[in-house]
T-cell receptor, first 115, second 114 residues
Framework: GAGVSQSPSNKVTEKGKDVELRCDPISGHTALYWYRQSLGQGLEFLIYFQGNSAPDKSGLPSDRFSAERTGGSVSTLTIQRTQQEDSAVYLC?????????????FGPGTRLTVL | AQSVTQLGSHVSVSEGALVLLRCNYSSSVPPYLFWYVQYPNQGLQLLLKYTSAATLVKGINGFEAEFKKSETSFHLTKPSAHMSDAAEYFCAVTFSGGYNKLIFGAGTRLAVHP
């Protein structure tokens, strides 16, 4: 079956513009995570969804970052007024249930470059 | 708080040599530990995980890791390196009650030379 997909694979934007990154999780996976991978900060957690709710948003770096999930499926990460420090690879992962024993499956990521 | 430290950002081995990638963790509650591999321009793939069932965990591609509570370590090993093992490896920790978000180490880039 299909894995986690993300779009676009690459995004180049100008400083100050808004961007939307999309994640399509594996069908039936109720848990969804966003992570960010950058040279300076490594791999860091951003936000967690269980269904359409986000009980843990503790990793969002500023109020310019927001995310939503609809229909318990697709999730969109929005970055407003992008800054150069937002340049990174944004990874999405989904999990069948919320238990720690179940594997998180990662998508290929979206590489964001802010000029 | 939970954290992971990977010793050595770059490791280089000869083909056929032992691979040893080091990971130490800090956790105030029983941890679940993972090793992920990332090949160039690809997402993360799970190699193996420790979930308290057994301290020696075998994963894919001949990798294994041993959980040592007394040393707070979860080092990754492979007896004989292949060229195809060249990638970046991440150790990660999670725990019950924290929504199971993964906390990653900084990663170790493994180079395998002929």
């Amino acid at each position: 079956g299909a894995g986690v997909s993300q779009s676009p694979s690459n995004k180049v934007t100008e400083k100050g513009k808004d961007v939307e990154l999309r994640c399509d999780p594996i069908s039936g996976h109720t848990a969804l995570y966003w992570y960010r991978q950058s040279l300076g900060q490594g791999l860091e957690f951003l936000i967690y969804f269980q269904g359409n709710s986000a009980p843990d948003k503790s990793g969002l770096p500023s109020d310019r970052f927001s995310a939503e999930r609809t229909g318990g499926s697709v999730s969109t990460l929005t970055i407003q007024r992008t800054q150069q420090e937002d340049s990174a690879v944004y990874l999405c992962a989904s999990r069948y249930d919320s238990g720690p024993l179940s594997e998180q499956f990662f998508g290929p990521g979206t590489r964001l470059t802010v000029l | 708080a939970q954290s992971v430290t990977q010793l050595g950002s770059h490791v280089s081995v000869s083909e056929g040599a032992l691979v040893l990638l080091r990971c130490n963790y800090s956790s105030s509650v029983p941890p679940y530990l993972f090793w992920y591999v990332q090949y160039p321009n690809q997402g993360l793939q799970l190699l193996l995980k420790y979930t308290s069932a057994a301290t020696l965990v075998k994963g894919i591609n001949g990798f294994e890791a041993e959980f040592k509570k007394s040393e707070t370590s979860f080092h990754l090993t492979k007896p004989s390196a292949h060229m195809s093992d060249a990638a970046e490896y991440f150790c990660a920790v999670t725990f019950s009650g924290g929504y199971n978000k993964l906390i990653f180490g900084a990663g170790t880039r493994l180079a395998v030379h002929p």
